[in-house]
């Protein structure tokens, strides 16, 4: 087996992962991933003991125990470039022998469940309720750099979408995934359940208009109206089109639940978000 070469497997000067900084031992296969790195906070405050605090850049680790569960809460920071290195590492930490930086032969699958905010684009999504990601269509071009090894492409629902908006060729292809069925089932039974939208940036990308001018003005009319599966596009959020693709491919499960913390319809923003995403923590933690 070929090792892999330090310009491809990047390590810090004590041998963990160059971002996370983790070393295996020190990753739980229970891992929540949030954007904010403050929020590694609130998740770990719930733990019976905290075994590891690691800090590199915006991303914060913490692995601990929650009810005889080891669970690791990491912050990602925002955007599909920043969970392109973290659920690379994640993997890494897992299924790559750092020390003879080769391919492990025998696969850990990690439980990889992302906690973030989300603007709806329902007007009966109100701020502070939750919603799940069923499926993700990433308009952020990040999983066309990757062979889609596994097949988790939902082709048909990327297709749809495509045709329905009559998709404008100068930006990124739409690529469609679905969440992991099994924690859909354990983490999201009884959550609302829609067609999130992940996009490469906050305001034009969101449909968002400033001063710069939109080449498409009517995006935001036309998505609220899409459905597939009798799921509606329900949500635009940063993040979770590079977990699913990413994590999928790499053989572990994904999830990703957000708080609503905006209602495009509505032309709402919440004041304050903090206690119902500690509800939303806590239940996610009860049911890992």
Same mark, same amino acid.
């Given at each position: 087996?070929?090792?892999?070469?330090?310009?491809?497997?990047?390590? #810090?000067?004590?041998?963990?992962?160059?971002?996370?900084?983790?070393?295996?031992?020190?990753? #739980? %296969?229970?891992?929540?991933?949030?954007?904010?790195?403050?929020?590694? !906070?609130?998740?770990?405050?719930?733990?019976?003991?905290? %075994?590891?605090?690691?800090?590199?850049?915006? *991303?914060?680790?913490?692995?601990?125990?929650?009810?005889?569960?080891?669970?690791?809460?990491?912050?990602?920071?925002?955007?599909?470039?920043?969970?392109?290195?973290?659920?690379?590492?994640?993997?890494?930490? @897992?299924?790559?022998?750092?020390?003879?930086? %080769?391919?492990?032969?025998?696969?850990?699958?990690?439980?990889?469940?992302?906690?973030?905010?989300?603007?709806?684009? $329902?007007?009966?999504?109100?701020?502070?309720? =939750?919603?799940?990601?069923?499926?993700?269509?990433?308009?952020?071009?990040?999983?066309? /750099?990757?062979?889609?090894?596994?097949?988790?492409?939902?082709?048909?629902? $990327?297709?749809? /979408?495509?045709?329905?908006?009559?998709?404008?060729?100068?930006?990124?292809?739409? =690529?469609?995934? !679905? #969440?992991?069925?099994?924690?859909? @089932? $354990?983490?999201? /039974?009884?959550? @609302? !359940?829609?067609?999130?939208?992940?996009?490469?940036? /906050?305001?034009?990308?969101?449909?968002? %208009?400033?001063?710069?001018?939109?080449?498409?003005?009517?995006?935001? $009319? @036309?998505?609220?109206l899409f459905s597939y599966n009798d799921c509606n596009v329900t949500n635009y959020e940063m993040e979770t089109s590079a977990l699913y693709c990413l994590g999928k491919n790499l053989g572990h499960n994904v999830l990703t639940i957000c708080n609503v913390v905006a209602n495009r319809e509505q032309g709402t923003f919440a004041k304050d978000y903090h206690q119902s995403m500690n509800n939303l *923590?806590?239940?996610?933690?009860?049911?890992?």
């Amino acid at each position: 087996m070929a090792k892999l070469e330090a310009s491809e497997l990047t390590l #810090a000067n004590d041998g963990s992962l160059y971002h996370i900084r983790l070393f295996p031992d020190e990753l #739980a %296969e229970n891992v929540i991933l949030v954007g904010d790195p403050q929020r590694v !906070k609130d998740i770990s405050k719930y733990f019976s003991k905290i %075994e590891v605090e690691k800090q590199n850049r915006e *991303i914060y680790a913490h692995t601990g125990e929650y009810c005889g569960k080891r669970i690791t809460a990491i912050s990602t920071g925002m955007g599909v470039d920043n969970l392109d290195i973290v659920i690379t590492e994640l993997d890494a930490c @897992k299924n790559i022998d750092l020390n003879k930086k %080769e391919i492990k032969q025998t696969h850990t699958s990690l439980n990889l469940i992302r906690l973030g905010t989300t603007g709806a684009m $329902q007007k009966d999504m109100d701020i502070n309720s =939750y919603i799940c990601s069923e499926y993700v269509i990433g308009i952020d071009g990040m999983m066309w /750099f990757y062979e889609d090894e596994k097949h988790t492409m939902e082709e048909e629902l $990327q297709n749809n /979408f495509i045709t329905y908006m009559d998709w404008n060729a100068l930006l990124p292809v739409p =690529y469609a995934v !679905k #969440a992991s069925e099994g924690l859909l @089932k $354990q983490i999201a /039974f009884d959550i @609302k !359940k829609g067609i999130t939208i992940t996009a490469p940036g /906050f305001y034009g990308p969101q449909g968002r %208009e400033l001063r710069l001018p939109l080449r498409d003005k009517t995006i935001n $009319q @036309k998505l609220p109206l899409f459905s597939y599966n009798d799921c509606n596009v329900t949500n635009y959020e940063m993040e979770t089109s590079a977990l699913y693709c990413l994590g999928k491919n790499l053989g572990h499960n994904v999830l990703t639940i957000c708080n609503v913390v905006a209602n495009r319809e509505q032309g709402t923003f919440a004041k304050d978000y903090h206690q119902s995403m500690n509800n939303l *923590i806590q239940t996610v933690l009860d049911r890992i």
